[in-house]
């Protein structure tokens, strides 16, 4: 009998143990994590901007953006535990001082093995905003990285030697990028294929080219396939010949005909 009760008691501490673990949950969490800062989204914008838009920065729109990057930071890692009870510093990583490009990205939340990639941009008000936002060729390792992807923009008023937020912009990722004038696609760069913001007017009225995540990446791969077609067609004729030949060779292997038997 007592070597039964011990048993017990083993079998209870190692499945207090294999619990502890909480995995499946800790997954499930990014979900439920990105799904409340949905909602609160407009909150965050809002705390954030009334935190940063007292200070004044000091430099010109080419180093500023790191102040902002860290000022933005700074923020969330107080104001999201505040608003989301299942966030704690330990739930944060923002890389180490100094090292910004060993960062996966500028704030990740980390939940368990999942995480949510949280990207800064800062803008002056002064101009439309340009900043890159992934190229095509990155986009579908990153899509696998993270979870989910929220950007914290910022717009800041650039007139004299001072810099000072006048607006913090918090929403899906996706929901930031425009749309191209050349096809029915987001907008990018055509040399490298970063894909580029939306206006102004739309940050301030809320809304987004894309209605869903899926229509997004529907969006992304028409512009992708779209910009593949004009670099070939622009840089056809500058190939050498072999390339040439051995484009030829590898576009007939693929459009070739199956013989009949």
């Known amino acids: 009998m007592r070597q039964t009760a011990n048993n017990r008691v083993w079998l209870a501490v190692l499945l207090a143990v294999l619990c502890s673990f909480g995995v499946p949950a800790a997954e499930f969490g990014a979900d439920v994590i990105a799904s409340r800062l949905d909602v609160l989204k407009t ?22 953006w790191r102040q902002f990057e860290d000022a933005a930071i700074a923020g969330l890692e107080d104001i999201l535990p505040r608003l989301i ?36 941009k800062a803008s002056r008000s002064s101009s439309q905003p340009e900043n890159d936002m992934g ?3 990155d986009h579908p ?17 650039d007139s ?23 096809v029915d696609g987001v907008k990018y760069r055509k040399k490298d294929g970063n894909m580029r913001p939306k206006p102004w007017v739309m940050f301030d009225s809320g809304q987004s080219f894309w209605k869903t995540d899926d229509e997004f990446q529907s969006a992304v791969k028409r512009a992708e396939t779209f910009r593949a077609n004009e670099l070939v067609k622009e ?24 013989a009949k038997p």
């Open 43 to 64: 909150n965050i914008a809002a705390e954030l901007t009334a935190r940063m838009s007292t200070n004044v920065v000091r430099g010109n729109y080419t180093t500023v």
């Open 85 to 120: 009870s299942d966030l704690s510093a330990t739930n944060f990583d923002a890389g180490s001082a100094g090292r910004e490009k060993n960062r996966l990205a500028d704030l990740a939340i980390v939940c368990g093995t999942n995480r949510i990639e949280v990207s800064v």
């Open 135 to 137: 190229t095509f060729r």
């Open 141 to 157: 390792s990153r899509a696998k990285l993270f979870t989910a992807s929220f950007t914290v923009w910022v717009r800041y008023e």
């Open 160 to 182: 004299g030697k001072t810099l000072r937020a006048n607006r913090i912009f918090f929403d899906r990722t996706w929901r930031f990028v425009g749309r191209s004038s050349l």
């Open 235 to 258: 840089y056809l004729n500058d190939l050498s010949e072999d390339d040439q030949r051995i484009l030829h060779e590898k576009l007939h292997e693929k459009f070739e005909k199956p």
